[in-house]
């Protein structure tokens, strides 16, 4: 049974009750990240996540981790382009337990300047890992290209001098702004009672209110993509390939369309660039395709990891195949067989508190609704032929990709050419 209300506080609390479980997972839901910072505040969301946990009025950093170790529990954060989560899992029978340092780290840290110090480093030593993974500068570079012009092309991390400049009154003034009842949702999944959970929360969650009547979201809605293309040179043993084009936001009504048509693409083992790039080729160890959705706009984006002997080649026939997809379609056994794969995903997701709590979470702080399994499981069931038709004709555009390159790029022009056919 799905649970939908507003806390004393003004809090949005959303729950699922899972009578047969012994966990329960809470998120704490902020609408905020990347993407509600301006260019200056870029990173300051991360950086706010990480300090959180270092240290509250009545407990350190160190006694956060051994209260949540005493009852077994697991508790961690994420911070995203349109919302960060903090959270935490725990059995049933140490709910209340696990709530209450979960809210107190939320509503009390000290964000001490000391720390804060301490953790710039931490920080900074994260945007240094990850630019030593080439997949994540591939997918920043994406990101950054597509959605040149958007506030979307802000990474989650921020540039390194931004954390370097950060002071406590920056991070407390932007909580001030964005950590505000009108903007957090709580998440719960598992097995719980309501009015127990209720209780806690109106007695340990307490928050501020936004001085204005809404929250400022950065809009994305009237983004227009124009092609784009870039390159990173790096002196590694692959090059990484990004391609993107334009797609749905996350309420389109044509969206599990798209899920299905991803998993033929490039989303399954079985997907044609799979089968096609690795498996006929063995140019590639990961290929795959994924659409990202968010709360106004969206692309469907492809990725492979190769050597630049056959980067041309990849490249090339990632672009035949969706030349081939926009021309001539799908069968209807890749159809059918792709649509019996995400139903079966959504229903294997769906044995976790943890996947549970995430899903109703974000689809609450980004869309203001929550669907029930089976309605979810109705709206994959409803999909038709036509459906992931009209999302071949809406979204796989070959004349309108962007594409990016990482790693030891040897002719760039050659690479573009590929993709623009200029």
Same mark, same amino acid.
């Given at each position: $049974?799905? @649970?939908?209300?507003? =806390?004393?506080?003004?809090? !949005? #609390?959303?729950?699922?009750? /899972?009578?047969?479980?012994?966990? *329960? ?73 696990? $709530?209450? @340092?979960?809210?107190? =780290?939320?509503?009390?840290? !000290? #964000?001490?300047?000391?720390? /804060?110090?301490?953790?710039?480093? *931490? ?300």
């Amino acid at each position: $049974m799905l @649970i939908n209300k507003k =806390l004393e506080s003004g809090v !949005t #609390l959303v729950g699922e009750q /899972l009578g047969n479980f012994h966990s *329960v997972t809470m998120g704490i839901w902020v609408g905020a990240g990347s993407i509600t910072e301006t260019p200056a505040e870029n990173g300051i969301s991360h950086l706010i996540e990480h300090m959180l946990f270092k240290g509250t009025d009545k407990r350190s950093a160190k006694q956060i981790a051994v209260d949540v170790d005493n009852i077994g529990g697991q508790i961690n954060a994420f911070t995203s382009k349109e919302a960060t989560c903090y959270y935490i899992k725990t059995i049933d029978e140490k709910i209340e337990e696990g $709530m209450e @340092i979960l809210t107190d =780290l939320f509503c009390h840290a !000290t #964000l001490d300047p000391t720390e /804060l110090e301490k953790e710039k480093g *931490v920080v900074l030593e994260e945007i240094a890992m990850s630019n030593d993974t080439p997949e994540d500068v591939a997918m920043d570079l994406i990101s950054s290209t597509f959605f040149k012009g958007c506030s979307l092309e802000k990474t989650i991390l921020g540039p390194p001098e931004n954390i370097k400049g950060f002071m406590r009154d920056n991070l407390t003034g932007y909580m001030d702004h964005h950590y505000t009842a009108e903007n957090i949702v709580v998440s719960v999944a598992g097995n719980f009672d309501e009015g127990k959970l209720t209780d806690c929360l109106n007695k340990y969650l307490s928050v501020g209110h936004s001085r204005k009547n809404n929250i400022e979201v950065a809009d994305c809605s009237n983004f227009k993509n124009i092609k784009g293309f870039d390159t990173a040179k790096k002196d590694i043993e692959q090059v990484h390939v990004c391609m993107a084009m334009p797609s749905y936001d996350v309420k389109n009504k044509n969206r599990y369309a798209l899920h299905v048509l991803n998993n033929i693409i490039g989303g399954s083992m079985s997907s044609r660039l799979f089968q096609k790039i690795r498996e006929e080729m063995g140019m590639a160890y990961s290929v795959y395709s994924h659409p990202v959705m968010y709360r106004d706009t969206g692309m469907f984006s492809l990725y492979a990891g190769t050597t630049a002997q056959n980067v041309q080649a990849v490249a090339d026939t990632m672009v035949e195949e969706l030349r081939m997809i926009a021309q001539k379609g799908v069968t209807t056994t890749e159809f059918e067989q792709s649509k019996a794969q995400l139903k079966g995903n959504l229903i294997l997701s769906l044995e976790s508190t943890s996947a549970k709590m995430n899903s109703i979470g974000k689809a609450m702080v980004l869309t203001g609704r929550v669907y029930t399994d089976e309605e979810v499981i109705k709206m994959v069931d409803d999909t038709t032929f036509d459906d992931v038709g009209r999302a071949i004709e809406e979204v796989i555009a070959p004349d309108k990709i962007t594409a990016t390159y990482v790693g030891k790029i040897n002719d760039a022009s050659a690479l573009k050419n590929t993709t623009f056919g200029d």
